[in-house]
């Protein structure tokens, strides 16, 4: 008999969706017949080998992170083997919780150290507001906490390593930006005020750096003469205090994105808009204010969300394409990917097991997936409501809760949560 030279799969890197049939990945052999055919480990759930042929069918059924296969191929004259990478996705499902007791867009989430979600601030129907809200994914409830002491329309947020939330900067009524800042303290359901920022932002970034302090960059001035802003100061929760870095941004920002990159040392800083103008660079700026690194980013967008993911490489979408772009800070450069849909102001949110959920924005109730490991979107569930603007939070159980917002009807009232 002779034996078998060679064995391929017609999909050696394959992405799967629980409880979709999934195309039949044939066995490809060169050389003499096969006898049988084994897999080593076991087939996700649901999918099986076809012992004879090699074919390998199913529907899988449960989520799983991709996970290498060893198929051997085998006659009495000896054996081959071939391996696969083999991915399982879900597209999850939406579910309507709690009503928010006031709708608005433009609020801040923040994860409290029991697992509460605090809404903050956001825009309602009548202007900026100081109301503060509580949700308990445990009872399914939103209760009123204590408001806040300025009125906000997209501040920012930060949780302290003590479990305090750092609100600061957003608009008052009339599109005064504002520099005041202020503490939240779950304990005593009490705000204080802090020291106030060296200059008024609105649509800032806030980052929480190892040693606790909080280092802001970017955002607008002045929303009504869009004067917007290329310095960065660090909060010190320790004084209570802002201090200036001594660094400016290579281009002024608000609206961009910014992630911490392994090591805690520097800051991802890549487009968003200044004067109107989409801005189409992006920067390695040390935290400690002593230098920016200009770098290759490409994105035409402007409006961007992003997440740090798993392995320390940041996703980056942005409004007006279909781009995402992805950075590896180990190579410096970064890869795309093609998303289903452009949208306008979406959330975007990092999973427990490590995938991107991307939901609304713009006019859109859709919803899809990253899948780190294919570098690809698939499409996901889609919510009850449209909505662009909300606010979004991961709870502990793993699901994600995705709060208020506005569509073509105005703000929206409801909260719906995400199943992966």
Not at 29 to 49: C, E, K
Not at 231 to 260: F, I, K
Request: hydrophobic content about 40%; overall charge negative; charged content about 15%.
């Amino acid at each position: 008999m002779a034996p078998i030279t060679a064995l391929s799969y017609d999909t050696p890197k394959a992405l799967y969706v629980t409880g979709e049939a999934i195309a039949a990945n044939n066995a490809q052999l060169s050389g003499g017949p096969t006898a049988a055919f084994t897999v080593s480990p076991a087939l996700p759930n649901g999918l099986s080998l076809d012992a004879l042929t090699g074919v390998i069918t199913g529907t899988p059924s449960t989520l799983q992170r991709e996970a290498g296969y060893t198929v051997t191929a085998s006659n009495a004259a000896g054996s081959v083997q071939a391996q696969l990478d083999l991915t399982v996705t879900a597209r999850g499902a939406w579910t309507f919780v709690a009503t928010v007791p006031t709708p608005r867009y433009y609020a801040t989430l923040s994860r409290l150290p029991d697992g509460r979600q605090l809404l903050a601030g956001g825009m309602g129907a009548g202007g900026p507001t100081n109301e503060a809200d509580i949700y308990d994914p445990a009872a399914n409830t939103w209760g009123a906490a204590a408001g806040m002491l300025a009125a906000r329309s997209d501040p920012s947020a930060v949780v302290l390593a003590d479990g305090r939330v750092l609100v600061f900067g957003g608009d008052a009524a009339g599109m005064t930006t504002l520099a005041s800042a202020e503490l939240y303290d779950p304990a005593a359901n009490t705000w204080t005020a802090t020291g106030s920022m060296n200059e008024a932002r609105v649509r800032a970034t806030a980052t929480l750096l190892p040693d606790g302090k909080v280092l802001v960059t970017g955002g607008t001035r002045d929303s009504g003469t869009l004067d917007h802003s290329n310095t960065a100061e660090v909060y010190d929760p320790a004084t209570g205090t802002w201090a200036l870095l001594p660094t400016p941004m290579s281009s002024a920002r608000t609206q961009h994105a910014a992630q911490l990159l392994p090591g805690g040392n520097t800051l991802l800083i890549a487009g968003g808009l200044n004067g109107g103008v989409a801005v189409t660079t992006a920067e390695l700026y040390a935290v400690d204010g002593s230098g920016t690194t200009p770098i290759p980013y490409g994105g035409t967008g402007s409006i961007l969300a992003s997440v740090r993911l798993d392995d320390g490489s940041v996703m980056v979408v942005s409004a007006g394409n279909t781009t995402a772009r992805r950075f590896d800070p180990a190579t410096s450069s970064w890869a795309t990917s093609t998303m289903s849909a452009s949208r306008l102001l979406p959330t975007l949110t990092l999973l427990a097991d490590g995938r991107v959920l991307l939901a609304g924005g713009s006019t859109l109730n859709t919803a899809e997936i990253y899948n780190p490991d294919h570098n690809v979107w698939t499409t996901a569930a889609s919510m009850g409501t449209a909505r662009n603007r909300a606010a979004a939070g991961l709870l502990d159980d793993g699901r994600v809760l995705v709060v208020s917002g506005s569509n073509t009807g105005g703000e929206v009232n409801s909260s719906e949560r995400y199943a992966p």
